[in-house]
């Protein structure tokens, strides 16, 4: 049976990793402006507080984990009340080097691994799709271990160090995302997962996404009258059964048409579609231009 969320980081196909060292002392805050990639942090020592836009602060200490999906502005600092040095997150990351603020001298009061991550795949809106836009997670005893072989990593210069570490990192967006499901969470795949009368229909539509599905079917693998069913996967899902269907067979369509060289005609049959002009009418729809021009323009 097809596994959903290892469907969904395959197209992700994380294909570049960049981290790095932060580090404060004394009084200190930075406000960095929209980065639209997503980022992440880890609390190795110490503590900080972190404001991201439109969210309360969070007060960040040591095996905290942090995902931000699209990275929008945010603010970092020690908390204490002070004028944010403004940073543009665009020439920060192109920057290797370490970097610390406040006090220059004498040991950090805390320490960070900062990073962000680059996507293969052509639709970036994925990965913030299937999560919240801040993710803090805290008391995971695989993450706490992934995140302490990641700082060992990054401070090591092993021969293959940089693959090390993006596997490390697909590791913890794995268990980030395993994390980030359940109730507590907004809806969305993960939480659909979660649900034991909901999952075995999604893990269906992963599996045979060119299967004629109709809401009575999904609703009878459920066990579930159609409207209970229909009803209940719009609130756990946050969209309608058929809409995430197609939603799933345009993701795999742009992949097919992108990375494994199919044909316009090969990539509608794979995904349900008998009609050639009715696949290529819903992939513009969807996608905003025609199959042949996005395989054209992405391949």
Same mark, same amino acid.
């Given at each position: 049976?097809?596994? #959903?969320?290892?469907?969904?980081?395959?197209?992700?196909? #994380?294909?570049?990793?960049?981290?790095?060292?932060?580090?404060?002392?004394?009084?200190?805050?930075?406000?960095?402006?929209?980065?639209?990639?997503?980022?992440?942090?880890?609390?190795?020592?110490?503590?900080?507080?972190?404001?991201?836009?439109?969210?309360?602060?969070?007060?960040?200490?040591?095996?905290?984990?942090?995902?931000?999906?699209?990275?929008? %502005?945010?603010?970092?600092?020690?908390?204490?009340?002070?004028? #944010?040095?403004?940073?543009?997150?665009?020439?920060?990351?192109?920057r290797t080097a370490d970097i610390r603020?406040?006090?220059?001298?004498?040991?950090?009061?805390?320490?960070?691994?900062?990073?962000?991550?680059?996507?293969?795949?052509?639709?970036?809106?994925?990965?913030?799709?299937?999560?919240?836009?801040?993710?803090?997670?805290?008391?995971?005893?695989?993450?706490?271990?992934?995140?302490?072989?990641?700082?060992?990593?990054?401070?090591?210069?092993?021969?293959?160090?940089?693959?090390?570490?993006?596997?490390?990192?697909?590791?913890?967006?794995?268990?980030?995302?395993?994390?980030?499901?359940?109730? %507590?969470?907004?809806?969305?795949?993960?939480?659909?997962?979660?649900?034991?009368?909901?999952?075995?229909?999604?893990?269906?539509?992963?599996?045979?996404p060119g299967h004629g599905w109709t809401?009575?079917?999904?609703?009878?693998?459920?066990?579930?009258?159609?409207?209970?069913?229909?009803?209940?996967?719009?609130?756990?899902? %946050?969209?309608?059964?058929?809409?995430?269907?197609?939603?799933?067979?345009?993701?795999?369509?742009?992949?097919?048409?992108?990375?494994?060289?199919?044909?316009?005609?090969?990539?509608?049959?794979?995904? %349900?579609?008998?009609?050639?002009?009715?696949?290529?009418?819903?992939?513009?729809?969807?996608?905003?231009?025609? #199959?042949?021009?996005?395989?054209?323009?992405?391949?």
């Amino acid at each position: 049976m097809s596994d #959903p969320l290892s469907d969904v980081v395959r197209l992700l196909r #994380p294909r570049a990793v960049f981290s790095k060292g932060i580090s404060g002392a004394g009084t200190w805050s930075v406000r960095y402006t929209e980065f639209g990639e997503p980022s992440f942090c880890v609390v190795r020592e110490g503590g900080c507080l972190l404001a991201v836009d439109g969210h309360a602060p969070v007060a960040l200490e040591a095996g905290d984990f942090v995902l931000l999906p699209a990275t929008p %502005g945010f603010t970092l600092g020690s908390g204490d009340t002070h004028l #944010p040095t403004r940073i543009d997150p665009h020439a920060a990351a192109a920057r290797t080097a370490d970097i610390r603020h406040g006090r220059p001298d004498g040991p950090p009061d805390v320490r960070l691994l900062g990073g962000w991550f680059q996507f293969d795949a052509h639709d970036p809106a994925l990965l913030a799709s299937l999560l919240p836009a801040l993710v803090h997670i805290r008391g995971q005893p695989r993450l706490s271990m992934l995140v302490h072989l990641l700082g060992e990593e990054a401070d090591a210069d092993h021969p293959g160090r940089e693959i090390v570490l993006a596997r490390l990192v697909d590791l913890l967006l794995m268990e980030t995302l395993r994390a980030s499901s359940g109730e %507590g969470h907004p809806p969305g795949l993960l939480r659909g997962l979660a649900d034991a009368r909901l999952a075995p229909t999604l893990r269906e539509m992963h599996a045979r996404p060119g299967h004629g599905w109709t809401v009575a079917q999904l609703a009878k693998r459920a066990a579930l009258s159609r409207s209970a069913f229909f009803d209940r996967f719009t609130r756990q899902v %946050g969209v309608a059964p058929m809409e995430y269907l197609l939603s799933w067979r345009m993701a795999l369509a742009r992949d097919l048409l992108r990375h494994h060289d199919a044909s316009v005609g090969e990539a509608a049959e794979r995904v %349900g579609y008998g009609s050639l002009s009715a696949f290529s009418a819903a992939f513009s729809r969807y996608v905003g231009m025609s #199959p042949g021009r996005y395989a054209r323009q992405t391949g």
